[in-house]
């Protein structure tokens, strides 16, 4: 699923990371500032390596020896961070519908994923008034509703408590088990990777 050699730089930080691995569900970890993040940031096109290649399901996404460089928008990432980065001016179906106006906009797969994250009651609301896992299952919604070819998921559940975390488990769950997408998973527990992974690599 996933084939990368890469080396990253960014500032005084400097790693070259490679990976080799088809499994479709692939958890990264490793300590703060192993380059964890950076990676997904380079899967996305969010930060161009020095050199190497990056290659999801086949498709190379990056080539520095080809010239290859595809912009993050034809990438088909769909990206969840920590932090959400829902838009608060808009509410949760603005959010969940938000780039997805185009042609090729599919409605009934709207309504399925609402159903899949249990998010259906919540499509008024503001994202201010959303718990932690209500606005990370909003993303995840987000995310999922940009028809990606793989999911990156950054520590998605590190800046929740205990009990929202095993409460949205599940729902991570039910999306790893029925979308079927590649998914690259970042955290630092080692319970959510054996719960949610297949295989982990880590960044020292």
Do not use: C, W
């Amino acid at each position: 699923m996933l084939s990368l050699d890469i080396h990253l730089r960014r500032g005084a930080f400097r790693r070259h990371v490679r990976i080799e691995d088809a499994a479709r569900v692939i958890a990264l970890g490793g300590a703060s500032g192993a380059g964890k993040t950076s990676v997904l940031h380079a899967i996305a096109g969010l930060v161009r390596p020095l050199s190497g290649y990056i290659e999801v399901e086949g498709r190379r996404l990056f080539d520095s020896a080809r010239g290859i460089d595809l912009p993050p928008h034809e990438r088909r990432i769909g990206y969840v961070f920590q932090d959400t980065r829902l838009f608060p001016h808009l509410d949760v179906r603005a959010n969940l519908h938000y780039g997805r106006r185009g042609p090729g906009f599919d409605a009934a797969g709207s309504t399925d994923i609402v159903e899949l994250l249990g998010i259906g009651h919540l499509l008024g609301r503001r994202t201010a008034n959303l718990s932690g896992g209500e606005a990370q299952r909003v993303a995840l919604g987000r995310a999922l509703l940009s028809q990606p070819a793989v999911l990156l998921l950054d520590e998605p559940l590190s800046m929740l408590d205990q009990a929202r975390r095993d409460e949205l488990i599940p729902y991570l769950q039910r999306v790893r088990d029925r979308t079927r997408l590649p998914i690259v998973y970042v955290s630092h527990s080692m319970e959510e990777i054996r719960r949610l992974t297949g295989s982990v690599h880590r960044l020292e």
